[in-house]
Antibody, heavy 123, light 111 residues
Framework: QVQLVESGGGVVQPGRSLRLSCLAS????????MHWVRQAPGKGLEWVAV????????FYADSVKGRFTISRDNSKDTLYVQMDNLRVEDTAVYYC????????????????WGRGTLVTVSS | QSALTQPASVSGSPGQSITISCTGT?????????VSWYQQHPGKPPKLLIY???RRPSGVPSRFSGSKSGNTASLTISGLQAEDEADYSC???????????FGGGTKLTVL
């Protein structure tokens, strides 16, 4: 079954760190760019970061640049995001999403989504 | 405030057609053919409906169509069905440091 399953969410105090994981199955993970997209409660979607299929390139939204690090382990079919110096405004459901382009690179459209994991930053 | 502007809500009766607009600028929607549309039911993840302005992934019904004119993209749903009631969001790639911008989402109510 083609799916993405996120884990690692929870409640954390401002300034602390958290690492989210996303386990892929049912497709060749190493041939797709992968994104993290978040959605604050009752709000719209916000793109967070992308990593190319080989892990060679990564880019970040300005709101998380310098605090979040996206990475992947293709041997484990797993995507990660390390979130440091968390802020209250980082509270959201975090989705991992597959880029549609595959080996062509990055298409900036997301054709497979996980169910998300909730991160709550609160003192 | 979202980078792309969508109406907060639209409604229609079963069998009718509705159109949801998504307005950006020449730096995103108007400048590139990287507009996508997503459907999201409550408590569920988004689902890709349209990519590259007009293209449908396999499995998406032909009732869903996309278009663009200038800085505004549109999603049209024809032959509305009860299960179409959901939130719809647009997105666009932009070569700026933002990379991807989303609309705030439109809640579709099927009357």
């Amino acid at each position: 079954q083609v799916q993405l399953v996120e884990s690692g969410g929870g409640v954390v105090q401002p300034g602390r760190s958290l690492r989210l994981s996303c386990l892929a199955s049912g497709f060749t993970f190493s041939t797709y760019g992968m994104h993290w997209v978040r959605q604050a409660p009752g709000k719209g979607l916000e793109w967070v970061a992308v990593v190319w299929y080989g892990g060679t390139n990564d880019f970040y939204a300005d709101s998380v640049k310098g605090r979040f690090t996206i990475s992947r382990d293709n041997s484990k079919d797993t995507l990660y995001v390390q979130m440091d110096n968390l802020r209250v405004e980082d509270t959201a459901v975090y989705y991992c999403a597959r880029d549609r382009a595959g080996l062509r690179g990055i298409d900036w459209s997301f054709d497979l989504w996980g169910r998300g994991t909730l991160v709550t930053v609160s003192s | 405030q979202s980078a792309l502007t969508q109406p907060a809500s639209v409604s229609g009766s079963p069998g009718q057609s509705i159109t949801i607009s998504c307005t950006g600028t020449s730096s995103d929607v108007g400048g590139y053919n990287y507009v996508s549309w997503y459907q999201q039911h409550p408590g569920k993840p988004p689902k890709l409906l349209i990519y590259d302005v007009t293209r449908r992934p396999s499995g998406v019904p032909s009732r869903f169509s996309g278009s663009k004119s200038g800085n505004t993209a549109s999603l049209t749903i024809s032959g509305l069905q009860a299960e179409d009631e959901a939130d719809y969001s647009c997105s666009s790639h932009t070569p700026s440091s933002i990379f991807v911008v989303f609309g705030g989402g439109t809640k579709l109510t099927v009357l």
